[in-house]
C-alpha cells in the first residue's frame, strides 16, 4: 500500500509536501511540466496572469471582483496566505474548503510518480494540486498569481490569453538578479506569442520592453496604451477603443491603487471580445473589493494598520499612505521580516515616521530574528531630536498587544514587513478600544 494513501486531511497533505524536497525554491519548468502532463492539466476558460514585485494581489482582486460583479463564475489562485492555507484558492471570492483539495493532492502524487518519481518543492506541489482542482471548476475566467519571478515560476505552465505586469523592483536578487533588468527579464517570462501584456509599471526595464518585441506579445504599456487621471472625488481612465469617466475611488486604499486598477482595466479591454463588462460592472467591482493586509485600516483607539509591505518599494508607498492619513502623536510599529531582505532600507524608509519599534520573531526559518532587528536598527544613523524606542517580542501577538498597551488612544500602530507578521496578528484578532494605562 502506498503511504500516500494515507494521508487524509489538508495538514497532512502540507506536512507531506515539506519533506518532499531538500529545498523550499528550485526555479525551473521542466519538472513541473512533467508532472502536469502526466495530469492532463489544462484550463479551457480565459487566463489571466499576474507577475510584479508589488502590487500583484490588489491587480487579482479588483479583476475577480469586476468580473463576478458581471456575473462570471471565477477562479484565483493567490500566494503566499496570512492565516490559511486554503486563503490560496477562491471561486467566486469564497476561500475553498481544505477538503475539497485532497483529491487533487492525491491525482499530483500519483502523476508524480508515473513521471518518474519526480521531486516537487512545496510551491511546486500544492501549486498544481491548486491549478487541478481550479480547472475542473467550470470557470468562465481563471485569474493565476505568479509566486516568484516569472519565467521559471510554477504557475508559469500555464498558457495565459493575457499577462499583467504589475510594478518592478528589487526584491529576491538571490533567485532573480541584481537589478531592474535582470528582474525585468524574469517578469516578461509570463508574456506569449500574439497575447496582451499589459505593463502596469509607469517605467518598464528595456528588458519588459525587449522581451515583448521578441516574443511578438500584444505590448499595452501605460502611459501609451492606456492611461488615468483623477482629482481628489473621481478619476477617469481611457485605453485602446475604450474610456471609463467619472469613476469612484477603488474600496482598496493606497496611493498605487490607481496603477493597479489601470492595468485591470486594461486587461478586461484586452479580453472584452470573450469576457465583456460594462461600466456599471466595474463601478460596483472596484466599489466592492477586498483584501486583507494590503493598508488595511482597522478602525479603534487607537488605529491599526495592516500591511505586507516587505521591499523598500512597497514600504515607501507604505509610508507614503501613512503621511496621507492625517496627524498622530505616535506611531507604533510592529515589524517583522524576512533575512534576505533589503532590511536597511525599509528601516530608514520608515524611520522619520516611528516613535517605537516593536520588533518581532517569526514562525519561519526564513525570518531574520527580532535581537537581530534590533540590532541592525542600533546600526542606523540616528535621527536628531527624536527619542525612539525599541524592544523584542517573541510573535507578532505579543508585539501587538505590547503595542496596544504603550500607546494613548489618539495614536496609531503599523504592523508590517511579512505576511507572517500581518498573518500573525490576524490569526489572534485585534483587541479594540483596549484599557489604556
Not at 495530469?39 to 463576478?68: H, Q, R, Y
Not at 502524487?109 to 487541478?132: C, M, N, V, W
Not at 477586498?290 to 488595511?296: C, D, H, K
Request: glycine share 8%.
Amino acid at each position: 500500500m502506498n503511504e500516500y494513501t494515507q494521508l487524509t486531511t489538508l495538514e497532512q497533505w502540507l506536512a507531506f509536501c515539506e519533506q518532499l524536497h531538500a529545498q523550499n525554491i528550485e526555479l525551473g519548468l521542466e519538472r513541473v511540466q512533467k508532472v502536469r502532463q502526466a495530469l492532463g492539466l489544462d484550463f479551457e476558460c480565459p487566463v489571466f496572469v499576474v507577475a510584479g514585485t508589488n502590487g500583484k494581489g490588489s491587480t487579482c482582486a479588483m479583476l475577480e471582483s469586476i468580473l463576478m460583479e458581471a456575473g462570471y463564475r471565477v477562479g484565483v489562485y493567490n500566494s503566499p496566505h496570512l492565516i490559511h492555507f486554503e486563503e490560496r484558492c477562491r471561486i467566486n471570492g469564497q476561500m475553498i474548503q481544505g477538503e475539497s483539495l485532497i483529491p487533487h493532492f492525491v491525482q499530483v502524487e500519483q502523476a508524480r510518480r508515473a513521471a518518474g518519481d519526480i521531486s516537487l518543492t512545496y510551491f511546486e506541489f500544492t501549486t498544481l494540486a491548486i491549478l487541478h482542482y481550479l480547472s475542473e471548476q467550470e470557470l468562465d475566467a481563471a485569474v493565476l498569481e505568479i509566486g516568484l519571478g516569472g519565467r521559471l515560476d510554477a504557475v508559469n505552465i500555464i498558457d495565459n490569453d493575457c499577462a499583467i505586469i504589475t510594478s518592478i523592483d528589487i526584491d529576491h536578487t538571490e533567485f532573480l538578479g541584481p537589478d531592474r533588468e535582470s528582474i525585468g527579464f524574469e517578469k516578461a517570462g509570463i508574456m506569449r506569442a500574439h497575447k496582451p501584456v499589459i505593463v502596469s509599471d509607469p517605467m518598464p526595464p528595456d528588458s519588459v520592453l525587449a522581451h515583448a518585441r521578441e516574443t511578438q506579445a500584444d505590448l499595452w504599456r501605460f502611459g501609451q496604451d492606456f492611461n488615468y487621471v483623477g482629482n481628489a472625488q473621481q478619476w477617469s481612465w481611457s485605453g485602446r477603443g475604450r474610456r471609463y469617466n467619472g469613476l469612484a475611488y477603488p474600496a482598496l486604499r493606497g496611493a498605487n491603487q490607481l496603477l493597479n486598477a489601470s492595468g485591470v482595466l486594461a486587461a478586461l479591454t484586452a479580453l472584452r471580445e470573450s469576457l465583456p463588462v460594462s461600466a456599471q460592472d466595474v463601478r460596483m467591482g472596484l466599489a466592492q473589493v477586498t483584501l486583507p493586509g494590503r493598508f488595511e485600516i482597522v478602525p479603534g483607539q487607537p488605529v491599526v494598520v495592516l500591511d505586507v509591505a516587505h521591499n523598500p518599494h512597497a514600504v515607501a508607498v507604505l509610508a507614503e499612505n501613512l503621511d496621507q492619513m492625517g496627524f498622530y502623536p505616535q506611531t507604533h510599529a510592529v515589524f517583522g521580516a524576512m533575512h534576505d531582505k533589503d532590511l536597511r532600507g525599509v528601516m530608514l524608509r520608515m524611520q522619520p515616521l516611528v516613535d517605537h519599534w516593536y520588533f518581532t520573531d517569526l514562525p519561519t526559518a526564513r525570518a531574520v530574528s527580532a535581537t537581530a532587528l534590533e540590532a541592525l536598527w542600533h546600526a542606523l544613523p540616528p535621527l536628531k531630536g527624536k527619542d525612539v524606542s525599541v524592544q523584542c517580542c517573541a510573535d507578532p501577538h505579543t508585539a501587538l498587544l505590547q503595542a496596544l498597551e504603550k500607546a494613548d488612544p489618539a495614536d496609531r500602530i503599523v504592523v508590517f514587513g511579512s505576511f507572517y507578521t500581518v498573518g500573525g496578528v490576524l490569526e489572534h484578532g485585534i483587541p479594540r478600544n483596549p484599557v489604556q494605562r
